[in-house]
């Protein structure tokens, strides 16, 4: 097991006072902080081996290149893909899951088709679906959520996977309630109805195991910088049979392998889908980041994460009369989102703030979700690798002071 304590020195940004107070950050469910050997290997490739890939001759072009290559290599060992060739790099999630509603839902989906999606879905899992049903005239149906416990109701799923759904796209971890889905079940039950699967990973993938070929999803989507990762960079896994029928997203140099006047030819998957000059320099500081984790262990890492989260849930239930928590009672992702009675989210992370503490206020992307719950937000505590049951007491402190401020 890794010591949590001094996983903390691994981590620049961590290192310094905000308002008086050594910060305690509590915002990794929108970014996590980035470790040192991830912000040497960005350093190191922009001092040395700088320059376009795939299409140069000379020795930096060829270094790029194979950093960048590399990287898809890394990442696809890190989800266990079947090749290299199943992953596209993105600027991230959001962008991963439009790539698959524009390109495949624009190929597949007809007037009458059915896009099913969950209660709980983040809005880059459920806008780019909107948009792809106004263009196709799809319709969009919703696996219900059980109220502030926050599981997916499933008695319902087999009844509303009917003939019509052609895909069905959900999270992993919901961003605001912490629970952990069932995916492998859901992907399981949606191929034996046909059914293309889509998994939103983005609050999961650096916080445990994640292995496509175990879940059996079609299409997995994350972001690099909750995983440790540098910003503006992201995957898509999709199995190599539908990358390679489905048509480009956009347009540009490196995706083709001809070019006339009047028509062109494209690259196989995954070059297809990355148009232009790819992130290349941000694609060597997420293999970085995969090796980074898998050196702390990722199953390590969910223990760690989800166990504070519990304990915050225990904490904060036990010390503030009236709080509203949303997610599972048990086991959960490294998240918590509340609601103190009478005080705004944002006021929450304003007093938490005065006490060097950083968490996240409002309605997490989750708009819809929150309307089912009655709420127009929340504030969430998500943790990492770098946290320790101490800085719960110190959140619960903090709270108790924002309480007596509003209430007396």
Known sequence: MPDWKNVRADFPALHQQVNGHPLVYLDNAATTQKPQAVIDALSHFYERDNANVHRGLHALSMRATDGYEGARARVAKFINAAAPEEIVFTRGTTESINLVAASWGGAHLRPGDTILLTEMEHHSNLVPWQLVAQRTGAKLRYVPVNGDEGLLDLSQLDRLLTPDVKVFAFTHISNTLGTINPVADLCARAKKAGVVTVVDAAQSIGHMPVD?????????????????????????????????????????????????????????????????????????????????????????????????????????????????????????????????????????????????????????????????????????????????????????????????????
């Not at 989507?221 to 898509?236: C, D, P």
């Not at 719950?373 to 690798?385: D, E, H, K, Q």
């Open 212 to 408: 496509v070929r175990a879940i059996d999803c079609d299409f997995l989507a994350f972001s690099g910088h909750k995983m440790a990762g540098v910003t503006g960079i992201g995957a898509l896994y999709g199995r190599r049979a539908l990358l390679d029928a489905m048509p480009p997203w956009q347009g540009g140099g490196g995706m083709i392998s001809n070019v006339e006047f009047f028509a062109s030819r494209w690259k196989p998957s995954p070059e297809r889908f990355e148009a232009g000059t790819p992130n290349f320099a941000d694609a060597v500081a997420l293999g970085a980041a995969c090796d980074y984790l898998d050196g702390l262990g990722r199953a390590a890492i969910q223990d760690h994460d989800s166990g504070l989260a519990r304990l915050a849930y225990e904490r904060l239930g036990a010390a503030l009369p009236g709080i509203r928590l949303l997610g599972p009672r048990g086991e959960r992702g490294g998240l918590v989102s509340f609601a103190l009675p009478g005080v705004h989210a944002h006021d929450v992370v304003t007093f938490a703030d005065q006490d060097g503490i950083a968490l996240r206020g409002g309605h997490h992307c989750n708009q819809p979700l929150m309307k089912k719950l009655g709420l127009t937000g929340t504030a969430r505590a998500s943790f990492y690798v770098y946290n320790t049951e101490d800085e719960i007491d110190l959140l619960v402190a903090s709270l108790q002071r924002t309480v007596k401020f509003f209430h007396g």
